[in-house]
């Protein structure tokens, strides 16, 4: 889900000194926070003038952030010159600049999958993800409106991402492109997410389930012989239409946009999910230089200790070891709790930590960052 909408909706969970202590951490141990590096995702605004973030860059170099991961294309409209997205201020060029006059690494971040722009829903609704019920997204988005997401299967949806990762990583001084809405749908979403929607999600519901369209269901015919539309009882069960699913999105990934980005240069990144089954998101398989694991714990009625158990599972999945950085829910976390997290974060073997968003840190956070 869009993470900002979020934030009015969903309370401060309670993390408490406690949580340390079940974690194995006693209270008031030292963690190793000053070897951490610490990112922030920035959401900037369109008609914003983007020499106001001057201050707020050095503030945040003054807080000890090495990196910023700047919102620059949220499936709509882009925020930097672009041969084939419409954009009406250029805010990429000049954050890069105030980037390397503060000494903060600044991160073009991109969405991926999803595509709102009017323009392809009316020209190419065929390459939008198909649910189980036949469906597709771009007229019967699941949860929310923005959530219509493109079918990672199809050619010219391939060469649609491929352009827009090259086009970001052509940016002089750029440090990395952070894909972001990487995946399908949710498929199950998070417990503490679902009474919003007023649903309980215990199994796999056809509604929710994707992608069934024509190029998925006939790649997958071939590599198996099987039509999971037609020729399943149960699609939701079988591991290898299961499989195929996360398989796609990893070729995205793997041969198409990390090649792009590592070519240019670049770090490659992404944010993921912790439940990343649900999103059909390997990433443990992924050929990126940096994981962002969202784990906002509040997500899944959980506490601090959550991170820690987290943190210590994704990173012995990873196929090849590769810095991780917890992503932190800053609108569910005190300026205290903010501290135990951070501390939980640096007894695990993560890199670092990244608060979403800039816009929800206090100066009382600032003070315990």
Not at 26 to 49: C, M, Q, R, Y
Not at 104 to 129: C, F, G, L, R, S
Not at 248 to 271: C, F, M, Q, R, Y
Request: aromatic share 14%; net charge negative; hydrophobic share 40%.
């Amino acid at each position: 889900m869009e993470r900002r909408n979020f934030i009015k909706h969903l309370g401060t969970a309670g993390l408490g000194l406690a949580a340390l202590q079940v974690f194995g951490f006693p209270f008031g141990i030292a963690s190793n926070d000053n070897n951490l590096k610490k990112w922030v995702w920035i959401t900037p605004a369109h008609d914003e003038p983007a020499e106001n973030w001057r201050p707020r860059f050095e503030m945040m170099k003054a807080h000890g952030i090495h990196g910023a991961l700047v919102q620059v294309y949220s499936s709509r409209q882009a925020l930097y010159p672009s041969a084939h997205l419409p954009y009406e201020q250029d805010i990429l060029s000049p954050l890069i600049k105030i980037g390397r006059e503060t000494s903060i690494e600044v991160h073009a971040w991109m969405w991926t999958m999803p595509n709102n722009n009017p323009y392809y829903i009316e020209n190419h609704p065929d390459w939008y993800v198909v649910n189980r019920l036949g469906q597709p997204a771009h007229t019967h988005p699941a949860y929310v409106g923005y959530y219509r997401f493109m079918c990672p299967n199809n050619p010219e949806v391939q060469e649609f991402l491929r352009r827009n990762v090259r086009e970001l990583a052509s940016f002089q001084h750029l440090s990395g492109v952070h894909l972001d809405y990487i995946r399908m749908p949710d498929v199950i979403l998070a417990e503490g997410l679902q009474p919003k929607y007023n649903i309980v999600q215990d199994r796999e519901y056809p509604e929710y389930d994707y992608c069934y369209c024509e190029t998925c269901r006939r790649k997958f015919k071939e590599e198996s012989g099987l039509d999971p539309m037609h020729e399943m009882d149960e699609p939701a069960e079988n591991l290898l239409w299961r499989q195929f699913r996360f398989d796609s999105i990893t070729h995205v990934v793997n041969d198409i946009l990390a090649p792009e980005i590592k070519n240019a240069g670049l770090t490659a990144s992404a944010a993921v999910f912790p439940n990343w089954q649900s999103v059909r998101q390997q990433w443990s398989r992924w050929n990126l230089d940096a994981y962002f694991p969202m784990l906002y714990h509040n997500f899944y009625n959980q506490g601090p200790e959550w991170i820690g158990k987290q943190l210590q599972m994704e990173i012995a999945e990873l196929k090849n070891p590769t810095p991780v950085y917890a992503g932190l829910f800053v609108p569910a976390l005190s300026p205290e709790q903010l501290k135990e997290a951070i501390a939980i974060v640096g007894q695990s073997e993560a890199k670092g930590y990244s608060l979403f968003s800039f816009d929800s840190i206090l100066d009382e956070h600032w003070e315990m960052i």
